[in-house]
């Protein structure tokens, strides 16, 4: 191998790296992958999709029954969240190196796809075996956060993957795990920089609309603000018919109209390309993005920080999880300890005030991409022989 480039797979699992599908994690495994192919060889294997996210140097492969040949020809290949049994149980069987980014599945537990079956405990459990079979399989795993790095850390104890050597060798066990934070890829910041802005709404939900979330609260606040005199617009990107979102989002709807806010609150239902999500995050004056309290939200920090991130957008959270940590520490926006309408509102109102043009200056500058966030992810990949 010596000389040749290092060949890396991706598997997108069922999240397509498409422009109109721009799911968070979709838009991480293209970041990673365009980020790695400076020094890699980089194949991401991807539900097939018309519009391919830009991937620099990384190559799409379009999913067909083309995994074993694939598999033949790599030295690593990566899995995101819960990895798909036969594909994991392939690449065990090939030989090269696993890495995975994955986390406890503990929001499946909570679709409504999977409690409306008539056995909801048993397709959680095996949900569960399968997160336990890929921690078993994988020789490294990638986390965005402190909180996930405990997580996953926990999870290898409990089903006994590290040992008295393992902790003698490495005090933080970053040979087993590699922290790659939130960030973006250099093509994404180039993007946005070269973004005219297009103004969809004063406020933008940037992300889904789950079950763990409370999106009622921000119509509740555009309706507290528009009763004192403040007319702020607010946005719900994501609206789209999903079996895991659809009651919700029509819920979120007669709120909309039960609040009168009709004219100021929309929900776009159609999907959205990453051209004109560039333009409409570009010009938004606030992000929100709020939930209830939960294991989900203590355990995981949300993509969306990666909006902020980039855009230079400020971010409104509740206070009840990782998600606020990594705001509070980086000063990404506003963490709202206690959440509800009304606090809500006021951190609108401070927030729009704050971003009016000849108002104070906007609230942080960051400017990192994720070649800058991985050293010890490509030494690791540059010495992948050893680590089989």
């Known amino acids: 191998m010596n000389g040749m480039r290092r060949r890396l797979l991706f598997d997108a699992g ?36 018309p519009d391919p996210m830009h991937l620099g140097g990384a190559r799409l492969e379009r999913r067909a029954d083309r995994w074993g040949d694939l598999l033949a020809d790599t030295d690593a290949v990566f899995f995101f969240d819960v990895a798909d049994p036969d594909r994991l149980a392939q690449a065990v069987a090939a030989g ?24 909801p405990e048993e397709r959680y459990r095996e949900i569960l075996e399968a997160y336990q079979r890929q921690l078993r399989a994988s020789h490294h795993f990638i986390c965005r956060s402190r909180v996930e790095r405990a997580t996953i850390l ?14 003698a060798g490495s005090a933080t ?10 960030g973006f890829s250099r093509h994404s910041r180039l993007v946005v920089e070269r973004t005219t802005p297009a103004p969809l709404a004063d406020v933008l939900w940037t992300g889904g609309v789950w079950s763990f979330y409370d999106p009622h609260l ?33 819920a979120l709807e007669k709120r909309i109209a039960d609040r009168a806010v009709g004219d100021l609150v929309t929900v776009v239902r159609q999907p959205v390309t990453h051209q004109a999500r560039d333009a ?63 606090t809500l509102a006021e951190a609108l109102a401070e927030t729009i005030a704050a971003r009016t043009p000849g108002g104070a200056e ?15 992810l490509h030494d690791l990949l540059g010495r992948v022989d050893d680590q089989r």
């Open 173 to 182: 066990l970053d040979h087993l795990v590699t922290s790659v934070p939130i």
């Open 362 to 376: 906007d609230a942080f500058e960051y400017r990192d991409d994720l070649w800058g966030l991985v050293p010890r």
């Open 154 to 167: 926990a999870s290898l104890v409990t089903l006994g993957r590290i040992g008295v050597r393992d902790l």
């Open 96 to 119: 090269p190196l696993i890495v995975s980014e994955t986390a406890p599945p503990i929001e499946h537990g909570s679709y409504p796809s999977l409690l409306r079956q008539d056995a």
């Open 14 to 49: 069922d999240y397509p790296v498409s422009q109109q599908a721009a799911s968070g994690l979709a838009v991480r495994i293209a970041e990673l992958a365009e980020t790695l192919a400076d020094e890699f060889a980089v194949t991401v294997y991807s539900p097939d999709v």
């Open 280 to 342: 409409y995050l570009t010009g938004a004056r606030a992000f929100v993005c709020v939930a209830r309290p939960g294991v989900e939200n203590d355990t995981c920090v949300r993509l969306r920080i990666r909006d902020s991130r980039l855009y230079g957008v400020p971010l409104i959270v509740d206070g009840f999880g990782a998600t606020a940590d990594e705001v509070r520490r980086h000063g990404l926006g506003r963490v709202l300890d206690e959440p509800s309408a009304e």
């Open 218 to 250: 921000l119509v509740d606040a555009v309706a507290i603000c528009a009763r004192r005199g403040l007319r702020i617009s607010a946005a719900f990107l994501y609206g789209q018919p999903h079996p895991d979102t659809r009651e919700i989002v029509e």
